[in-house]
């Protein structure tokens, strides 16, 4: 089976850059990105590339490359499902935010809303793709709408998870450690497999391509998530206890990264990991197990998201503690609010959360952050629901520069990695912040002897400060 055209439904942090990469890969191949949002669509359309809905290093150029050649972005999903052989769903599955499972399980009415269009518009046999994560056995919902709805045709359903970071999505693409492909073990199930394998084999190795049954596909999705949060939350906790004790965490972590067996990266000691999937894969996992009757797998896994959600609240204590017990009418400044550096997604970001907590203490926060809109932020505290939006407008501002955010503060803290931080001249942030002027840094990010050195009082995630 020899594809040439491919559809895939969501134009988000997922779908957007990883159609644009195979497009990019595949020019024979006509790929249509549709999404039921008019101005993201608009946005990808748009001719200045600096408009692009997401930013993401290096996703400018790809798209300049195709699009219009053989990548297009739409909102006639009718016309493109109907057109294409393969399509790929890629909308949003978030935690559920109502009965059963209710902040847990993830919602799947996105991609049962899919499915349905899809039965409803397809005249010819399609091959389904699984792009967004789901819980295990989810393709087989998938499949019994489109076969009992469906106008007669078949279909074939992949799993397919994305193993993308933000902020080096394109890398990811390009560069991939594997490629998982999952489905049916039928000589059908086998023949999609293998037209979605050619599509990937021709920028990546064949032996970098594995193809599973769809539930182990769907299931190691959500494992690689947790193992790697995993590793952050345990890092997380060893650096409280090197606080407690006087070790430096980055010298814990990099003695035992160096251990083979144990490996260097995700041992970065952090305010607390975010992000669009940790915690909703976790909590998902911990669903899974729970509904199976498995409530120690449960528990093992759900502690994960405990630690964090202690780091995060530590964090924001440990600030209010530090500046004689109250922040009450002081001015602090965020440096930062994305979830890690290099993106503009602001999902699950320890920064809402540090903010949230300041803010019940009567804060005064500033934040700076070089890529999230105002919007954005102000959306994200909103969205908690803790007090009315007029003010969390009030007791927060937004200021596009970096030394404007910071003069006058009581405290500034990190809570991006964002690079551009280290170039900041900290003698004239010194110069201009109310004295003692505490530095939190929530990424261990500065130089801690340079910033003692120009007078700031400097703390650091996991170092002990005497
Ligand atoms: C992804 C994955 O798909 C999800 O499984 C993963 O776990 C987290 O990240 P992401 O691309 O980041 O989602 O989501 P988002 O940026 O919200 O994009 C989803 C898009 O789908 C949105 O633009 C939304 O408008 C679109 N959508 C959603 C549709 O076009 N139709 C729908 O019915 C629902
Ligand atoms: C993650 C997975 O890495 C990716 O494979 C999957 O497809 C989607 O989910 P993403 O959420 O984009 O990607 O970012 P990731 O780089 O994994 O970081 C997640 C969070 O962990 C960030 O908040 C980051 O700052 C934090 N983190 C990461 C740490 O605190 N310490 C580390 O050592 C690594």
Not at 214 to 237: D, G, H, M, T, Y
Not at 332 to 343: E, N, Q, V
Not at 345 to 355: F, K
């Amino acid at each position: 089976m020899n594809i040439t055209n491919i559809c895939c439904i969501g134009a988000g942090y997922v779908g957007g850059p990883t159609m644009a990469v195979l497009a990019q890969k595949n020019p024979q191949i006509k790929v249509t990105v549709v999404d039921v949002n008019k101005e993201r669509i608009a946005a990808w359309n748009d001719t200045d590339l600096n408009n692009l809905p997401i930013y993401e290093p290096g996703l400018k150029e790809v798209v300049q490359e195709a699009r219009e050649r053989n990548l297009f972005f739409s909102t006639e999903v009718d016309r493109a499902i109907d057109e294409a052989e393969m399509i790929f769903i890629s909308v949003n599955t978030p935690t559920k935010t109502y009965g059963k499972g209710k902040g847990m399980a993830a919602d799947l009415k996105y991609i049962e809303l899919c499915a349905r269009q899809i039965a409803k518009v397809a005249k010819t046999n399609k091959i389904i793709v699984e792009k967004s994560t789901l819980p295990v056995r989810t393709a087989q919902a998938i499949k019994s709408i489109l076969d009992h709805t469906g106008n007669g045709v078949t279909f074939q359903i992949l799993s397919n998870p994305e193993f993308l970071a933000e902020g080096t999505a394109v890398q990811d693409l390009v560069h991939p450690d594997r490629v998982l492909i999952g489905g049916e073990e039928s000589a059908t199930g086998k023949e999609a497999m293998e037209a979605l394998v050619a599509i990937y084999a021709s920028w990546i190795s064949r032996e970098n391509i594995l193809t599973t049954n769809v539930w182990s596909s769907e299931l190691s999705k959500l494992v690689a998530n947790a193992f790697l949060a995993q590793r952050v939350s345990s890092i997380n906790a060893i650096s409280e206890l090197c606080e407690a004790t006087g070790a430096d965490i980055s010298e814990v972590s990099r003695a035992i990264g160096m251990d083979s067996r144990i490996g260097s990266k995700f041992l970065k000691a952090s305010v607390g990991f975010g992000g669009s999937c940790f915690q909703k894969d976790i909590l998902n996992l911990v669903y899974i197990a729970k509904t199976n009757g498995l409530h120690k797998v449960a528990d093992y896994w759900e502690q994960v998201i405990v630690m964090n959600d202690h780091q995060k609240n530590r964090f924001a204590e440990n600030m209010v503690s530090k500046l004689y017990n109250t922040v009450s009418g002081k001015k602090i400044t965020f440096l930062g609010w994305a979830f890690k550096k290099d993106t503009n997604d602001t999902r699950e970001s320890a920064a809402i959360y540090v903010a949230d907590a300041l803010l019940n203490e009567q804060a005064e926060i500033t934040v700076y952050d070089p890529k999230v809109s105002a919007e954005r932020i102000y959306a994200d505290l909103d969205y908690l629901g803790t007090r009315s939006p007029e003010e969390n407008r009030r007791l927060l501002k937004i200021v596009k520069d970096p030394y404007k955010a910071c003069a006058e503060a009581h405290a500034i803290a990190i809570l991006t990695e964002w690079d551009e931080f280290l170039t900041y001249d900290w003698e004239r942030i010194f110069k201009a912040a109310v004295k003692p002027a505490f530095v939190f840094d929530g990424r261990k990010l500065l130089d801690a002897s340079l910033m003692t050195a120009i007078g700031f009082d400097y703390s650091a995630i996991g170092v002990a400060k005497n």
